[in-house]
């Protein structure tokens, strides 16, 4: 079964960081674009991250230079680190393996909830 | 405020018919680029509905169905149940810096 399974939220105090964890099973994580999905508090979803399959890596313009994504082969998992956060990254996170450029996302996982308060 | 436009909120009877309408622009759904549709449950994970405009994956009843014109696009569900009651999401992509677009969501009401 193709499953998606994300882990490493919690609380933090604006300025610090997290990582945020995601589990595949049923495909190989570095054979697919893989992305981050945000949904803050009573908003829409927000795309927040890409990596392709060769390793190229882009962001949304609100998280530019502060998150990074990236991958670990042999455990098939990826990743997100946030740094510097702020208050407006509150929000449940989600991973999602895209079909290509321009594609759909599918699976998703369930989400993981970061909230960044003092 | 959302790249695409979705209407915040839909509702209709059981058995009726109801569409969602996403409207975007001519740097994402007039530029050509494919809208894909899910549905979201809170608390659970997004679920893929209609993907490059019109197909429905494995699994999805044929209640559920999606077009694309010009810079809008649209979601259509007949039969309501009891279970459509979700929040939809439109998706495309977009010639920008940030190129994967989402709608604002539509909240839909089984009355």
């Known amino acids: 079964e193709v499953q998606l399974v994300e882990s490493g939220g919690g609380s933090v105090q604006p300025g610090g960081s997290l990582r945020l964890s995601c589990a595949a099973s049923?495909?190989?994580?570095?054979?697919?674009?893989m992305s981050w999905v945000r949904q803050a508090p009573g908003k829409g979803l927000e795309w927040v991250s890409i990596?392709?399959?060769?390793?190229?890596?882009y962001y949304a313009d609100s998280v530019k230079g502060r998150f990074t994504i990236s991958r670990h082969n042999s455990k098939n998992t990826l990743y997100l680190q946030m740094n510097s956060l702020r208050a407006e990254d509150t929000a449940v996170y989600y991973c999602?393996?895209?079909?290509?450029?321009?594609?759909?996302?599918?699976?998703w996982g369930q989400g993981t909830l970061v909230t960044v308060s003092s | 405020q959302s790249v695409l436009t979705q209407p915040p909120s839909v509702s209709g009877a059981p058995g009726q018919r109801v569409t969602i309408s996403c409207t975007g622009s001519?740097?994402?759904?007039?530029?050509?680029?494919?809208v894909h549709w899910y549905q979201h449950l809170p608390g659970t994970a997004p679920k893929l509905l209609i993907y490059?405009?019109?197909n429905r994956p494995s699994g999805v009843p044929d209640r559920f169905s999606g077009s694309k014109s010009g810079t809008s696009a649209s979601l259509a569900i007949t039969g309501l149940q009891a279970e459509d009651e979700a929040d939809y999401y439109c998706?495309?992509?977009?010639?920008?810096?940030?190129?994967?677009?989402f709608g604002g969501g539509t909240k839909l009401t089984v009355l």
């Open positions: 999602a393996r895209a079909y290509g450029v321009a594609n759909w996302f599918d699976p």
């Open positions: 001519s740097s994402n759904i007039g530029a050509g680029y494919d």
């Open positions: 990596i392709y399959s060769g390793g190229s890596a």
């Open positions: 998706q495309s992509y977009d010639s920008s810096l940030s190129p994967w677009v």
């Open positions: 490059g405009n019109s």
């Open positions: 049923g495909f190989t994580v570095s054979s697919n674009y």
